[in-house]
């Protein structure tokens, strides 16, 4: 099988990770630590970047420390993962889920615009797949009426708009290191910033809401949300490795834009003049999606489905929502394997693989001609299968 992904490991992050386990520094202190935190704030161009565990809690700690609570909405994609409205749940705002942009596939501002009331707070504005949210809109927007803007990187890493760095552009950046991303750490998470009460108060949310001037004295409600040393210690070899790793996915990118870009039964996002995007996953819009995956499957491809809409699932479900671009692209989206590591080969016989699927899937298209009790069984059956 080739898989979706595969994290790009090398002897650096194993020699770093190493040094950190016989240094007996091995919880949330420790000079990978400070290392790492400072390493990750210069590159994406912030004062401050806040180490933690994983990307849901540095959503969280980017929500509490911007004073989220019950009463507030916060607007944000419907297309993103669950985590990201999760953290607004979990400082009890309301989440606001709006649509997405049919060409880029991100959260589309005049649908955010629409949807701004008295008790919207914030945006969160979700950089996904690798593409970045159109952010020369949406400042603008919160500008407009006064909100804050969190910006979701999880997916994102070396990103920009307008040449600026995501993560740095917002009011607060958050980011992921999952197992899968550009930059991993196994788990862990990242909060950046350039304000120094923003990042004074995400510091102490994430340890236990400790003073910072009296020893174990407790004056916020925080959390146990630190990054261990030992995994700062593979943060900090990823991010010396990162230009390699962009280089890597960059390639990986335009192998597939040549091979799949000109076929008709396949939709690409379309590049945007004032983005650059980081090919976090390769992906594609495609009819029968579902069909399409399982003969990839069986030709030992694994691929992904994009998320579902937030609002079809049962914790958000909302039967009056219908939001078509988010619906469609839900459909067909389809991941194809993403690895900075694949060979050009594999992205032969991956894409060989997927235009032979995709040319005896085609949807069967009818003339206007052809009266409806004419249609056989089969085609009726296939018609409602791509409806
Ligand atoms: C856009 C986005 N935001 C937030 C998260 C949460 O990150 P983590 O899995 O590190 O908690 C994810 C990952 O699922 C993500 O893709």
Redesign the pocket.
Known sequence: MIPIYEPDLSQLEEDYLLDAFRSGWISSKGDYLAQFENSFARWVKTRYALATC??????HLALLALGSKSGDEVILPAL??I??ANAVTFTGATPVFVDSDAASWTVAPDDIEKHITKRTRGIIA???YGRPARMNRILPLSQKYGLWVVE?A??AHGARVLGRPVGSIGTIG?F???GN?ILTTG???IVTTNDDDLAELISRYRGQGVSPTVTYWHDLLGYNYRMTNLTAAIGLAQLERVHEILAAKQRLSRWYTERLASLPEIELARPQDWADDICWMFSALVSRRDEVRAKLSEAGIDTRPFFFPVYKMPIYHDPTLHLPITENLSKRGIHLPSSPRLKEEQVDYICDTLIKIVHKTKPVRISPTIRPQKISEKVKTLLRADS
């Open positions: 994983n990307g849901t809690t540095a959503l993103t993962p985590a990201t979700v950089h996904l979701d999880a997916e958050t992921s290191f999952f991303r788990e862990g998470g």
